[in-house]
């Protein structure tokens, strides 16, 4: 469970501002306005938009939603682990906007007193391509973010921000860029080197994942839906020369799924900052 704090905006404003995140915002304003919306600063952390260069009537732009939290502070990947909630991202009051896909970087197992979460530390862009309804007009991006950032309590933070997109050129474009390489690139199992099994029949079956790779790599699990909220993978000793090993349990499955009938399952495999993404049949 959630240990939460009240928002900033509930609090004067002086005790708002008296954080440190703050005066690093300022020390870090961008040259260019145009191409970043205004900070939106809570109580441990501020958000905004950032675009990166794009030319006239571009089929679609390469966006980022910045966080940059407090020292310690971490916010969640889209399965957030053991605890804590996943970010949400909505754009539906955008004007010329025929779709906005977030991407998620490649994201660390974080352990705290709640257990280990997934997700990111001090400060994260979560890269958007963003597709326009008439690539001939201005886009406008509205978008109404709510995420939580969290050290030994969790605070519920939320950010609004309103960015016209244009062709003018920007100082993010390495940033975004930046964000952009730390996605996940989807492979096939066999491209990963990775293979899993059920290790026997229980009510709660345990899967064996191995991967051909000698790097001391992080795992994460996740299901055919989001309703699935499977265990982390946790090391296994023993493995053979050039392999890592891991196990969990086929737990966290929504009501009416049969831990026992077969299943899609999607692992995302993190090596530093860089990571790889499958899915993977379990029989």
Not at 19 to 26: C, E, F, Q, R
Not at 67 to 76: A, E, K, N, R, S
Request: hydrophobic share 40%; proline share 9%; net charge negative.
């Amino acid at each position: 469970m959630l240990s939460v704090m009240t928002s900033s905006r509930d609090l004067p404003f002086g005790a708002a501002a008296a954080s440190a995140l703050v005066i690093v915002l300022l020390a870090q304003a961008p040259a260019h306005a145009e191409s970043a919306s205004q900070w939106d600063v809570d109580i441990r952390a501020a958000s905004r938009l950032i675009a990166a260069t794009a030319k006239a009537g571009a089929a679609h732009y390469r966006i980022g939603v910045e966080l940059q939290m407090d020292p310690g502070w971490h916010t969640y990947w889209r399965y957030p682990g053991d605890s804590g909630v996943a970010p949400t991202f909505d754009f539906s009051d955008s004007d010329n906007v025929r779709s906005a896909q977030v991407l998620y970087p490649a994201p660390h197992a974080i352990t705290d007193d709640s257990g280990t979460i997934i997700g990111y530390t001090d400060h994260v862009i979560f890269p958007v391509v963003v597709t326009p309804r008439d690539s001939a007009k201005p886009v406008r991006l509205k978008l109404d973010l709510q995420y939580a950032v969290c050290q030994k309590i969790c605070v519920p933070s939320q950010g609004h921000h309103d960015l016209t997109l244009d062709s003018k050129p920007s100082d993010f474009d390495q940033d975004i860029a930046g964000a952009m390489v730390s996605v996940p690139k989807d492979v096939t199992p066999q491209q990963a080197g990775l293979t899993i099994r059920r290790v026997n029949k229980n009510s709660k079956p345990l899967v064996a994942v191995d991967i051909a790779t000698r790097d001391d790599v992080q795992i994460f699990a996740e299901g055919p839906t989001a309703e699935w909220a499977l265990p982390i993978p946790k090391p296994v000793e023993g493995a053979p020369p050039g392999h890592r090993q891991f196990g969990f349990a086929l737990d966290g499955l929504p009501p009416g799924a049969d831990p026992k009938k077969p299943a899609d399952l999607t692992f995302t495999i993190v090596d530093g900052n860089h990571a790889i993404q499958t899915t993977a049949h379990l029989d």
